[in-house]
């Protein structure tokens, strides 16, 4: 069922935007596939590739054109082009496919600049050569590394720690000198903590060992983990864990769709942004609001610091709220954390109809 009217309205139409056709790459994992609905819902023509390597099927809603297969396939994306009416100055790209875990990207670094920067290249390519105009990339506050300042900025010095944020940075290069040598604009809009769920838990975050803390914590809550571990509590903050900014996905989807309006009303401009709420929470902060949340007691586990995380991360969005008509509607923790778990609890359910 669509989102009421008054869910979508800030999803502004500007120009022909609300008749481009749009390809989402990785729409089937957890940030795309709001994309999708946030797309569908403003009644934007979408199509989904992804080769639902952590992605799922089921995670892309009934009527939207789906093509199983990799970013990396030209034939494919050729094919999609033709069959979506996309190139020779007609269409868009919001790239979210690509591997996001840290340390991960520490064990298999050569895996990671494949995946995240030489498919992102071949796409760039692709994109080219068919002449899709406008490219909406999925970036990261990893590009930053451990800042020395909080909230972070644009203007913030990127300094990546792992290669997972070295291949996003790369990749944002990659942008930047390609719109320079080439006809289209860019938009990389950079995420802080991402959580929660769609408010009518039509998606949501449904990998299995996910590592955000919300998706952590909600599954201890339902009895699905035993306990939460905590990293760190001799920080310099309030309570001395570690404090993060958590944007609501769906929030984030919308920020997607106006930032692609902007890309399609300026084809002259390119942008990187942030994307959170410009306040942050910490570990135990959290915690405390999901226990609220539940009416119950995670049991927590406490540890030493892990490398690389810093004390505070937290957006200064005020870039995107001045270029974008960005409202949030879900900037509330206990409301990020009742949707993540009105998921959490229906994804078994799901995962049994989709087998």
Known sequence: MPRPVEDAMQIARIGGSQHTPVLVTGGAGYIGSHAVLALRDAGRPVAVIDNLSTGFR???????????????????????????????????IMHFAGSII?????????????????KSRGLMEAVVSAGVPHILFSSTAATYGVPDVSPVTEQTPTRPINPYGWSKLMTEQMLADSANAFDFNYCALRYFNVAGADPQARTGQSTAGATHLIKVAVEAALGKRDRVSIFG?????????????????SDLAAAHVLALDALIAEPGRSMTMNCGYGRGYSVLEVLDAVDRVTGGAIERIYGGRRAGDPASLVADSSLLRATVPWQPRYDDLDTTIEHALAWESKLPEVRRSAA
């Open 233 to 249: 509590t001799d920080y310099d903050t309030p309570d001395g864990t570690g404090v993060r900014d958590y944007i609501h996905v």
């Open 102 to 118: 840290v340390p991960e990207s520490v064990a298999k670094p050569l895996w990671y600049y494949e995946n995240n920067t030489g």
């Open 58 to 92: 089921f995670a892309v809603p009934d009527g939207v054109p789906f093509y199983e297969g990799d970013i990396a396939d030209r034939a494919l994306l050729e094919r999609i082009f033709a069959e979506q009416s996309m190139g020779a100055g007609r269409g868009a």
